[in-house]
């Protein structure tokens, strides 16, 4: 297991945990508490609850994580041109090499019968 994936599955852990921390919170009515109790966010006791805190930490964590994501990602990235052949280079093993259809022969001709669209 690479760097990268060891990243992603901490990430996968944080966001999980921010999605809890934030469901956990109580709702105090108005948005981030602005309208509500005293004791919103703003307030002196909002801001040290512990809830508050952790969730502040892990979105921290989250957004960090994702700007070192990024960065392993550009620096571990395959060629910076996109491969639009459709031929493969390898037949798998066990597998037999397909032939492409056969043309059609002079007896599987259109048919001679048919009306054309004009009238």
Do not use: H, W, Y
């Amino acid at each position: 297991m690479g760097l990268f994936d060891f990243l992603i599955v901490v990430q996968g852990i944080i966001a999980a945990s921010l999605v809890g921390v934030i469901l956990m919170q109580r709702s105090e009515g108005g948005g981030l508490g602005m309208g509500g109790s005293p004791s919103g966010l703003m307030s002196a006791r909002g801001a040290a609850d512990f809830m508050t805190r952790a969730t502040t930490v892990l979105a921290t964590l989250f957004v960090t994580l994702s700007i070192a994501l990024a960065f392993v990602a550009a620096q571990n990235g395959g060629p910076g041109e996109i491969d639009s052949t459709l031929q493969r280079t390898e037949v798998p093993a066990g597998v037999a090499a397909q032939t492409a259809p056969a043309a059609p022969t002079a007896d599987k001709a259109a048919p001679t019968d048919a009306v054309p669209l004009d009238k």
